[in-house]
């Protein structure tokens, strides 16, 4: 019932046991023709009953009220929650893996991701500077990630400091004085396409006005993938890993 959930299930090898998703679950490309049942707050109950699962596995956005009635009907339903860390992430994947009966298979899933996490951590050791990030999600005016978003954690994890971390939230609107004054080193644009990444930042040089931070004046304006960043699930390495390497591209044999 969430799209994050999709992708763990995917991972784990499990694709061929996912008998519905949500219209918004489009990764991997495999899970785009199973049966759609809905969205994360609008979902069809009548349609979940008729798949007959075994089991529903429910995300923090599905409203409560219609989780409830998918249990009044008989069917097994699973809740999880999202976390404000990237550490979260592996007790997700185990409990994930301990209902779906794939415990060996949630227990590699986890070490591999693991590995990969050590290895930007040992790489980032040599790291002498903490670049300063700001992260923008297009389209939504300076909207950007507080201190309690994982994203701030994966700043934080890719050697680099969140200029709102400060922000006691998720997400909030940032003002344009502020962002001038913190003079960010490296601005992150969250966006699902090539296209949207090029808007957001004409966007952001001609409408928000800020030509004049540092990220923008060095060019160091990047594009993140908004659909692996917005999902609290494995492709959150990948986006931890595209970080540290745009951050301290000189510790990756990449060119600055």
Partial sequence: MAPNVTEILFALGLGDRVAGVTRFCDYPPEARSIRRIGGLVDPNIEIIQSL??????????????????IRKLGLPVFVLDIGQGLEA????????GRVTRSEERADALVAGLRKR??????????AG???KVFVLLYGQGLWTCGGESYVDDLIGRAGGTNVASSMPKKWALYKREQILE???????????????????RDWLLRKARVESVAA???????ELDENAASRFGPRLVDVLERMARLLHPELFGERP
């Fill in 182 to 200: 913190d003079d960010p080193d490296v601005i992150f644009i969250l966006a699902r396409s090539g296209k949207d990444f090029a808007t957001g």
């Fill in 129 to 131: 500077t903490r670049p």
């Fill in 117 to 126: 996490l050590e290895a930007v951590g040992a790489a980032l050791s040599e």
């Fill in 89 to 96: 992430l592996f007790p997700l994947i185990a409990k994930i």
């Fill in 216 to 222: 923008v004046r060095s060019g160091k304006v990047y």
């Fill in 52 to 69: 007959d699962p075994g089991l529903v596995i429910a995300f923090r956005g599905n409203p409560l009220r219609l989780v409830d009635r």
